[in-house]
């Protein structure tokens, strides 16, 4: 018999791509032990995304050496096809956020739903960002789909109704697959509280092995798809950064919880697991790429035909190396229709001189400007937008809107606060946990130590060009965005200030940045020293 690995080697040497080949020729982990025989095992493939939030075109891989560009939906449909012709049984899933960007937000969703039916997915769990446009929203969207939606822990509020199938059996040449589909309670947490009112998240855990006994009997695997844990940083190289990286502890804890689970692939904290993560208590293989579409998941299982466990197994995450794929027709010919039904996306809007990029856990050149604007539309003392807000970097030279409306995509009003010196001290302790990223400041001078108790690290706080020091009693006015005011992401502080201006009544923050943009014309990096690390000596 031939070994898993001689038999992906052969697959690879006919070239998926040269991306991939380079990963099907390192040594495998199979059930523990290289080179296990496949046997009289049948043998599955499942490939998986978590995350993809709309990205449809290649990203340029500038914390790379090896690659300039990965990623794009068009490539990773080509990658996902050449598998499925070269593989005996193949299933895709995606474990949630679909969403996010300008073409995603004009369609309320339609174009990333478009590409997954081009792709031809499995199932797919619900993430927070497919409720961006509200849960009536989606809840009318997703039926366009034709396979299942997945949210087992989502109900309507006060009901035992579900808001979202909570399961399916996938079928195909004879193997069952039973799937489960579920969002974590953090990410409620990351989505603006208006936008899921009258909707209860429950805790997973248990639904989830109920719903594992039972479907246990009935399918040759259990595959759980799990949108949870801590929500990711956005920033675009934060594959290259270990400090900032979000970790599986919640998909670990419920691979451990529950009992029966073969397969979890998990998204939401986008941590790349190059090789899966096996439970040792229960043996679940749990999987998660770094989102965006740089990788495609890939899970190589040899089933065990009496038992129904999995005998061995190989994976790892397939870097979608743009240039190596020839574009899937079909995505191009999709993605060019709906870009021609909004020209004025490729207008641009203003010159950026420098490249405005996003850092998750320290001041930020694209931070500083959006809050920059924010006070100063606002006629604010002081400005707060969250890091978790800023989606993409946006490229030196001419700036599209395209690219300047990917960079915000949200539908955030413009809110103008009152807050005590003492609130706004609170949002910058928060901000200082790093659970949701620092916050990005405009008139504001804080000096801080990361490395004091949480809740004491700011050390100091300067108001405005005098720099005079905050007073904690004293009130400011203040301009963020309708997510912080609402207390998403953790932030508490703003929602027990006074609201100076009635939801429904204020400019979309992606209009303010559009009409302010395209008035300035041409833009520099804005000054920073505004959020200031102490070093200990």
Known sequence: MKTIFQKLTKLALRAICVGVLAIFLQQMTVGGAN?????????????????????FDPIPAYWRDDVKYLGGAAEMATLIESIREREKLVFLFDAGDIFTGILSKLTEGAVPMEMMITMGYDAMAIGNHEFEYGWESFAEQKSRLPFPVLGANLFYTGTDFPYAQPYAIVEREGFRIGVIGIIGLDARTAIIPSHVAGMDFREPIPIVQKLVDMLRSEVDLVVVLAHQGKTAPMQTDDEAHADIQRGIEADYKMAGAVDGIDVLFCGHADSGTEKPVVHPKTGTLIMQTYGQGTRLGYLKLVMDGETKSISSYYGSLLPVVSKDLEPHPLIVQKLKKYRSQFPELQKTVFHARERLSR???????????????????????????????????????????????DSFPFQDEVVILEMTGAQVKAALEQSLTLERGMLQVSGLRVEYDINRPIGERVLAIEVGNEAAILDLKASYRVAT?????????????????????????????????????????????????????????
């Open 35 to 55: 080179g296990a025989e496949a046997g009289d095992g049948r043998e599955v493939t499942l490939l998986f995304t978590n995350d993809f939030e709309s990205a």
């Open 359 to 405: 850092v998750y856990n320290q001041e930020s050149d694209l931070g500083n400007l959006y809050a920059d604007i924010l006070r100063e539309e606002g006629g604010a003392q002081i400005a707060f937008i969250n890091s978790g807000a800023l989606r993409k970097d946006l490229p030196q030279g001419d700036v599209p809107l395209a690219d300047l409306m």
């Open 481 to 537: 965005i309708e997510i912080l005011a609402q207390g998403g992401d953790l932030y508490n502080a703003f929602p027990q200030s006074r609201r100076l201006t009635a939801k429904g009544t204020q400019p979309l923050f992606a209009d303010t940045l559009q009409k302010y943009l395209t008035a300035k014309r041409v833009v520099h990096l804005p000054p920073r020293g505004r959020l200031l690390p102490v070093e200990r000596k």
